[in-house]
């Protein structure tokens, strides 16, 4: 199972921008998903993005043509660039990779947009 950390998050203003990294502690290469979820106070974990390791990509639809996700096979990370940020995504922004016996849940990081 791998152990995954993310980093990047922090207080950013309305439109502004922000790219958020998830860092696996082995390879990436075999994973067969791995997506960025996000919880907000009092609400449900959401999916936001996800990338399978053939490359195709989701995103809901609050944030396409806002979010990139993409993955570096060969630095074990993925992220996520977040840009004209709105104080609705404010959140704790989670990484998850999902292989075929396993799941891993990153600590999370904080996301403050403030109007």
């Known amino acids: 199972q791998v152990q995954l950390v993310e980093s990047g998050g922090g207080l950013v203003q309305a439109g502004g921008s922000l790219r958020l990294s998830c860092a696996a502690s082995t390879s990436i290469f075999s994973i067969n998903h791995m997506g960025w979820y996000r919880q907000a106070p009092g609400k449900q974990r959401e999916l936001v993005a996800s990338m399978s390791s053939a490359g195709s990509t989701y995103y809901t639809d609050s944030v396409k043509g806002r979010f990139t996700i993409s993955r570096n096979n060969a630095r074990n990370t993925m992220y996520l660039q977040m840009n004209v940020l709105k104080p609705e995504d404010t959140a704790v922004y989670y990484c998850?990779?999902?292989?075929?016996?396993?799941?891993?849940w990153g600590q999370g990081t904080q996301v403050t947009v403030s109007s």
């Open positions: 998850k990779a999902d292989a075929t016996m396993w799941s891993s």
